[in-house]
């Protein structure tokens, strides 16, 4: 009998296209949706296991094997440096880590920025691009709502994400620099895709294919 993967889906901005590629390649998800109470959804017939996790925990459950892939953004997995392998790189879910201020507070360069108050949901990114650029700045860690951060003077700047700009914008900041670019990843667990290779290959080339025909449609148009 075939043994069932488990995939992990993270709640956000990336669940709905992880949700349409899946099914585009016969793992379709009847039944799960982000908001659902039942955080584990199973179907008998594709041998498929869905979870439902908070994104920045997504990796962890596949870091453990308690799911065999996952779809999570570049951003989490800088962020939390967990043991897993990335498989592939879907593409969607564009977006950058930059660093922003209030208009108001704009200085002419990044070094002017030293020692202040920078609140992020990723303070080891943050810490590291710093540190790169000889700048001492504290860190102070949120876990969501960042833009606040300066609007209320609990830090001068912010590292946060940028995906279509609306934050920023209607929170009257700046951005300053741009620290690097995300897009969603499908990752597995090393030994599950040692002991379920056929399975996930077989995955990974169907993802691969579609991604490239979807490509093409784009181009086409
Ligand atoms: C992310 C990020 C920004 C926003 C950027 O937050 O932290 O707040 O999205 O997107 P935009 O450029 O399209 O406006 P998210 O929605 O994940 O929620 P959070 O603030 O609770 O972390």
């Given at each position: 009998?075939?043994e069932?993967?488990?995939?992990?889906?993270p709640?956000?901005?990336l669940?709905?296209?992880?949700?349409?590629?899946?099914?585009?390649?016969?793992?379709?998800?009847?039944?799960?949706?982000?908001?659902?109470?039942k955080?584990?959804?199973?179907?008998?017939?594709?041998?498929?296991?869905?979870?439902?996790?908070?994104?920045?925990?997504?990796?962890?459950?596949?870091?453990?094997?308690?799911?065999?892939?996952?779809?999570?953004?570049?951003?989490?997995?800088?962020?939390?440096?967990?043991?897993?392998?990335e498989?592939?790189d879907?593409g969607?879910?564009?977006?950058?880590?930059?660093?922003?201020?209030?208009?108001?507070?704009k200085?002419?360069?990044?070094?002017?920025?030293?020692?202040?108050?920078?609140?992020?949901?990723?303070?080891?990114?943050?810490?590291?691009?710093?540190?790169?650029?000889?700048i001492q700045?504290?860190?102070?860690?949120?876990?969501?709502?960042?833009?606040?951060?300066?609007?209320?003077?609990?830090?001068?700047?912010?590292?946060?994400?940028?995906?279509?700009?609306?934050?920023?914008?209607?929170?009257?900041?700046?951005?300053?620099?741009?620290?690097?670019?995300?897009?969603?990843?499908?990752?597995?667990?090393?030994?599950?895709?040692?002991l379920?290779?056929?399975?996930?290959?077989?995955?990974?080339?169907?993802?691969?294919a579609?991604?490239?025909?979807?490509?093409?449609?784009?181009?086409?148009?």
């Amino acid at each position: 009998m075939e043994e069932y993967i488990t995939i992990a889906l993270p709640k956000g901005k990336l669940f709905k296209r992880s949700l349409d590629l899946l099914a585009k390649v016969g793992y379709s998800a009847e039944g799960v949706s982000e908001n659902s109470r039942k955080l584990v959804i199973a179907n008998e017939e594709t041998k498929v296991r869905f979870i439902i996790t908070k994104t920045v925990d997504l990796p962890t459950y596949v870091e453990y094997g308690a799911a065999d892939i996952g779809i999570i953004g570049k951003d989490v997995l800088l962020e939390e440096q967990k043991d897993v392998y990335e498989l592939l790189d879907l593409g969607f879910g564009k977006c950058r880590l930059m660093m922003a201020v209030p208009e108001a507070k704009k200085r002419s360069e990044l070094k002017d920025y030293a020692h202040l108050r920078v609140a992020t949901k990723y303070p080891r990114c943050a810490r590291e691009y710093f540190d790169k650029l000889g700048i001492q700045m504290e860190i102070v860690k949120l876990n969501g709502s960042i833009e606040l951060g300066p609007l209320i003077g609990l830090s001068e700047l912010i590292v946060d994400i940028v995906e279509t700009g609306t934050t920023i914008k209607e929170n009257k900041l700046m951005e300053v620099d741009s620290i690097f670019t995300s897009t969603a990843r499908l990752i597995a667990n090393p030994v599950s895709f040692k002991l379920k290779f056929e399975r996930l290959h077989k995955l990974v080339v169907d993802l691969r294919a579609v991604l490239a025909a979807e490509k093409g449609d784009k181009k086409a148009k």
